[in-house]
Every structure is written in structure tokens, then in C-alpha cells.
């Protein structure tokens, strides 16, 4: 069973590694080819519209995804998908049309294959005993978080070194990798003839998931105030690219961090209340950047906001994981990547004409201070449950589940 983890884990985490390259070297790619920069942003634009509208195309392909070895499968159409792009190039087939159907394809094998990979480690981690489900769940975040500070350094040098088409890749190997690594990994088993349920039928009675993905929606909706905020004050004080670099590379250390500890964290406090306190003081920490904005407070800012952001994050998959098994587990895991995937777009679509119109400092504060009254209110909201962070009405799971 440690051995399963392991290489889901592993395999997620190289995965991710190369998206971080690919994060990197996609746009450039595709700029040389078409000479529209326009163009740059289609694959990604259209990965997001199958996982928007996945809680109602998905409803039964994701209960589907139930096993290390229809993981694999899942991993193999990305791969294809991804490999799609650099073969294209090679042959100077690029063209819009492609790019729009390679994303459409990899937003669907997101859409299934990311809840899939997280339940199906939630289950190893149900097998290992209680409590060992959000301990998996936990790491699972903190490698991915891992990528997140080294990989765009590595393929900024890959590129430097003029192996951009090679990242492209480099991805869909290590996706279909990814895949392959956990072929013979078993699911629980499902009844015979059981439904699978919507993600609104599997929040009944579950009022800590919905309060949790409430602040956490916001903290993404809001989340364009760090990332493009920073970006624009770089600019806008000749320094491009410093501030954002600041902010993001002190939000990883911090990240990582919060990640060792969460976990003994999230054990002593009630799920939904930590999960609020926990984007209050991320909040803050945006308003303060807003407030003073250096590259040294913008770093320290992003790193206690790291820290943080990981309890509140590892708090609502405690939430998930204490009240949920099976079908309803990969309902709820799904609906947390619908959520987190369209408030992240609505702030991106919003943010730049905010940014523009307020100016970057001002939404900093804006948002930050809109974040944290929205945590602090679900947080009040909790205090009125009959076992704050904790479902009244779904039993525990138990550890052999």
C-alpha cells in the first residue's frame, strides 16, 4: 500500500514538473508558428471549458475513473493530446483549429483524471487507516507545490539552452509515465448497479464542503490580485517581471513550509474554521502588499500567504475525505476542481480591467480585504454547525473502508 502511494505521488509529481515546463515553453512554441500572440492563450482557454461544464458531461465518466489502470487510459488520450502540439510543429501544421481541439482533449482528461488521481490516493490512504486519506492528500499538494518553484527556473534554462519543442515532450511522456505508474493500483470496488451521484446530490448534508469551496472560491476569484497585480506594479515601476518573482517565489518557500505541518495542523481544529482563518489572513497578507510594495515585504507577505493557504486548503480535503467514500468522494473532488477552475477564470477575465481602472495597488488592498471579510464570515458562519468543520449528519468513514 506505501509502495501505491508512492507512485502515485511520484507520478503526479513529475507530471506536474512538466506542466510547469510547459507553462513555459507552450506559448513560445506556438508564437514562432502562428506569429499571433493571440494564439498563445488557446490551448489553455480551451482546457478550461471542458472542466467548466464537466458537473454535467461528467457525472458518470468521472465514477468511471476508479482504478490505476482507467488512470492510465485517461493519461494516455493527454498524452496524445499533448504530443499533438510538438509533432505539429515539427511539421509546420500548426494552426488554431489544432490547438483548440488539443485543449479541448486535455481539458477533459483534466477533468477526470485529476479527481480520479486524488481519490483514488484518498482510498490507499483510507486503506492505510483513519486519518491516513488527508496525510496523502496533504503531500500530494506539497510535491505539486514543489513544481511550482523549480520548474519555471529549469525551463527557463531549458529554453535559454534551445530545447523548447523537447519540453513540449518532455510533458507527454511524463503524463503518460505518470499514467502508467500506477496501472495495477485497485480502487474500491462499487456496488453493482450503484448511481452516480451529481455533485449538488453528494454536498446534502455536507455543509463544511460547501462553506469551505464559498472561501475558497473567493481566495481564487481574488487570487489575479497577486499574480497580475504584481506583474503590473513590476511594470509599471520598471522593474518587469521582480515583484511578481518576489511574491510567488516567497509563496512557494512559505507553501512548503505549511506543508510539513498541516497536517498536525488541520488534527487540531475544526476543518471550516481553520479554512476561514486561514484566507483571512491571506487576505491581509494581499492588502499588505498593497500597502507596502517592495520586493523584500511582497516576499514575506507571499510567504506567511503560503503557509496558510495550505492549512486552508489541506482543512477542506480533511472535510472531503472524513465524510466521503467512493462515488460521492470523486463527486465532491470533481465539484472542488469545477470550483477552484472557474473562480480562477472569472478573476482572470475580470482582473485586468480592474487592475486598469483601480490601479494595481489599490485592488490588492481591495481584494485582500474582500477576501478576508468573506473568510471571516464563513468562519462565523461555522460556529453555528453542531460540530463546527464536521458534518452532523454523514458518519466518519471508517478505517477500513
Request: charged share 10%.
Amino acid at each position: 500500500m506505501r509502495g501505491e502511494a508512492v507512485l502515485l505521488l511520484a507520478g503526479g509529481g513529475v507530471a506536474d514538473l512538466a506542466l510547469r515546463f510547459t507553462q513555459v515553453a507552450l506559448p513560445l512554441v506556438i508564437l514562432h508558428e502562428t506569429g499571433s500572440v493571440a494564439a498563445t492563450g488557446l490551448v489553455g482557454g480551451a482546457a478550461g471549458v471542458p472542466v467548466l461544464l464537466s458537473p454535467w458531461w461528467g457525472r458518470r465518466a468521472r465514477q468511471w475513473v476508479d482504478s490505476g489502470r482507467r488512470l492510465a487510459l485517461v493519461a494516455l488520450v493527454s498524452a496524445l493530446a499533448l504530443a499533438a502540439v510538438p509533432a505539429a510543429a515539427a511539421l509546420d501544421l500548426v494552426t488554431p483549429a489544432l490547438l483548440i481541439v488539443s485543449g479541448l482533449v486535455l481539458g477533459c482528461g483534466d477533468a477526470l483524471g485529476s479527481p480520479g488521481r486524488t481519490s483514488l490516493l484518498a482510498d490507499i490512504g483510507d486503506r492505510r487507516g483513519e486519518g491516513k486519506a488527508v496525510v496523502l492528500l496533504t503531500w500530494q499538494d506539497g510535491v505539486r507545490r514543489v513544481g511550482m518553484v523549480v520548474g519555471p527556473v529549469m525551463a527557463a534554462a531549458a529554453v535559454a539552452a534551445g530545447v523548447t519543442n523537447g519540453l513540449l515532450w518532455l510533458e507527454a511522456c511524463a503524463v503518460l509515465g505518470a499514467g502508467l505508474a500506477g496501472w495495477r493500483i485497485k480502487g474500491e470496488p462499487r456496488a453493482a448497479g450503484s448511481e452516480a451521484p451529481s455533485i449538488r446530490a453528494s454536498l446534502q448534508g455536507r455543509r463544511e464542503v460547501t462553506l469551505g469551496w464559498l472561501v475558497r472560491g473567493t481566495g481564487c476569484v481574488t487570487w489575479f490580485a497577486f499574480t497580475l497585480g504584481l506583474s503590473v506594479v513590476g511594470a509599471e515601476r520598471g522593474r518587469p517581471g521582480v515583484y511578481v518573482a518576489a511574491g510567488m517565489s516567497g509563496y512557494g518557500v512559505g507553501a512548503l513550509l505549511g506543508t510539513l505541518v498541516a497536517v498536525k495542523i488541520v488534527s487540531r481544529f475544526s476543518a471550516v474554521p481553520l479554512a476561514g482563518a486561514a484566507w483571512a489572513v491571506t487576505g491581509l497578507c494581499w492588502a499588505g502588499m498593497g500597502l507596502w510594495t517592495t520586493p523584500a515585504s511582497v516576499a514575506v507577505f507571499g510567504a506567511v500567504s503560503g503557509v496558510f493557504i495550505v492549512w486552508g486548503i489541506t482543512a477542506i480535503s480533511a472535510a472531503i475525505t472524513r465524510t466521503s467514500t467512493g462515488p460521492d468522494r470523486r463527486a465532491l473532488l470533481s465539484g472542488q476542481s469545477v470550483v477552484v477552475n472557474a473562480s480562477s477564470s472569472v478573476g482572470l477575465l475580470a482582473g485586468g480591467s480592474i487592475i486598469a481602472a483601480a490601479g494595481a495597488e489599490s485592488t490588492l488592498i481591495g481584494a485582500g480585504l474582500l477576501t478576508t471579510v468573506m473568510a471571516t464570515t464563513v468562519g462565523y458562519l461555522a460556529r453555528s454547525m453542531p460540530n463546527p468543520g464536521r458534518s452532523a449528519s454523514v458518519s466518519r468513514p471508517s478505517a477500513n473502508v
